[in-house]
T-cell receptor, first 112, second 116 residues
Framework: QKEVEQDPGPLSVPEGAIVSLNCTYS??????FMWYRQYSRKGPELLMY????GNKEDGRFTAQVDKSSKYISLFIRDSQPSDSATYLC????????????FGKGTKLSVIP | EAEVAQSPRYKITEKSQAVAFWCDPI?????LYWYRQILGQGPELLVQ????????DSQLPKDRFSAERLKGVDSTLKIQPAELGDSAMYLC??????????????FGPGTRLTVL
């Protein structure tokens, strides 16, 4: 079992829809949870960062962590064509480690 | 806004040739990472530097890959000889180097390598 599992999609939604992107992880030591957005032929850019369990909101984006289920989610409200990209979850164990473990990424297309 | 610079952006080479990629991190960032991203996969760490020292190169195929960061600033990743399976995006990232997870990694645009 990989440490981080993410459905690669692709996921196609109409403009204005609510999008739900998810990852599961296996190591309960993970404490820091991130979502990166990667446009085609570009490097990943940090979108959201969450420590431990709970929700974090930033504009149209909400990151949610459920450590009891080892499940993390990213919700996008009122999705826009400019949100079309690959979304990568990334996890860090903390405890002195800098390293990130990435999911495969989910490719999202928002259709006008 | 400061960015991580990488060059070249694209590289096409024949197998058995040598290739080199260059990365200039954000000024003041002590930690530098090289990742490989195969199409349809997430980035996988190849090597991590703290200043000029290698912190982790356990995933670097050392028979053909080498990386250096001589003055603790910019870095070079080399492949010699290149193999067909090396075709991928090579990403460089940098961060301040704060341990414990609260350390944002900023990625460059990547170098897309095609080995023919």
């Amino acid at each position: 079992q990989k440490e981080v599992e993410q459905d690669p999609g692709p996921l196609s939604v109409p403009e204005g829809a609510i999008v739900s992107l998810n990852c599961t992880y296996s190591n309960s030591a993970f404490q820091y949870f991130m979502w990166y957005r990667q446009y085609s032929r570009k490097g990943p850019e940090l979108l959201m960062y969450t420590y431990s369990s709970g929700n974090k909101e930033d504009g149209r984006f909400t990151a949610q962590v459920d450590k009891s289920s080892k499940y993390i989610s990213l919700f996008i409200r009122d999705s826009q064509p400019s949100d079309s990209a690959t979304y990568l979850c990334a996890i860090n164990s903390g405890a002195g480690s800098y390293q990130l473990t990435f999911g495969k990424g989910t490719k999202l297309s928002v259709i006008p | 806004e400061a960015e991580v610079a990488q060059s070249p952006r694209y590289k096409i080479t024949e197998k058995s040739q040598a290739v080199a990629f260059w990365c200039d991190p954000i000024s003041g960032h002590a930690t530098l990472y090289w990742y490989r991203q195969i199409l349809g996969q997430g980035p996988e760490l190849l090597v991590q530097f703290q200043d000029e020292s290698v912190v982790d190169d356990s995933q670097l195929p050392k028979d053909r890959f080498s990386a250096e960061r001589l003055k603790g600033v910019d870095s070079t990743l080399k492949i010699q000889p290149a193999e067909l399976g090396d075709s991928a995006m090579y990403l460089c990232a940098s961060s301040f180097g704060v341990a414990g997870g609260e350390d944002t990694q900023y990625f460059g645009p990547g170098t897309r390598l095609t080995v023919l």
